[in-house]
């Protein structure tokens, strides 16, 4: 046995992390790491760790926004028209298309099918809400909170 290896049923523990302090969020600096007669600066402190969390926030922000923003809005029905009984008919049987495009995983192809819908019979909310379904599974969380705001707005109106 070698004088450096750690005793038998023992094991070597990994090297401890180091955090960094934040003082925006209450953390001190114990008074050793600071050398000699040095005096600590606050407020440059606090700007440099603000700076670098407003970087992470950024960081976050781009993480979570993939292309949507680029992405032009998904048109929404004029809910002050009457909806005739061909339109509603017409309404319908894109709402099984999106339905049917949704189970073969065409989720574009249901986004289509249900914005023609919307179009035909912008008072049904359920339309709405099919496309917010949709936009979640395509991981486009804005879209999805606009048709729900929309859902809830005819849902006021048609009430």
């Known amino acids: 046995m070698s004088a450096s290896s750690p005793p038998a049923g023992t094991t070597k523990s990994p090297p401890k992390k180091r955090r960094r302090c934040n003082?925006?969020?209450?953390?001190?600096?114990?008074?050793?790491?600071?050398?000699?007669?040095?005096?600590?600066?606050?407020?440059?402190?606090?700007?440099?760790?603000?700076?670098?969390?407003?970087?992470?926030?950024?960081?976050?922000?781009?993480?979570?926004?993939?292309q949507e923003h680029v992405m032009k809005k998904k048109r929404m029905g004029d809910s002050s028209i009457e909806v005739s009984e061909e339109n509603h008919d017409a309404s319908q049987e894109d709402k099984?298309?999106?339905?049917?495009?949704?189970?073969?995983?065409?989720?574009?192809?249901?986004i289509e099918n249900l914005t023609r819908a919307i179009l035909l019979n912008p008072t049904?909310?359920?339309?709405?809400?099919?496309?917010?379904?949709?936009?979640?599974?395509?991981?486009?969380?804005?879209?999805?909170?606009?048709?729900?705001?929309?859902?809830l707005e005819v849902a006021l109106v048609f009430r």
């Not at 440099?48 to 407003?54: I, L, R, Y």
């Not at 049904?124 to 859902?151: C, Q, W």
């Open 124 to 151: 049904s909310t359920i339309m709405y809400v099919s496309r917010v379904s949709v936009n979640l599974k395509m991981k486009k969380p804005s879209a999805a909170i606009r048709d729900a705001n929309a859902a």
């Open 23 to 66: 003082p925006s969020l209450g953390c001190k600096l114990p008074s050793s790491a600071y050398k000699p007669g040095e005096s600590i600066d606050h407020n440059k402190l606090k700007s440099c760790c603000d700076a670098e969390s407003d970087k992470y926030v950024n960081d976050i922000e781009e993480e979570h926004r993939p």
């Open 96 to 110: 099984s298309q999106a339905m049917e495009a949704i189970s073969e995983g065409k989720l574009e192809d249901a």
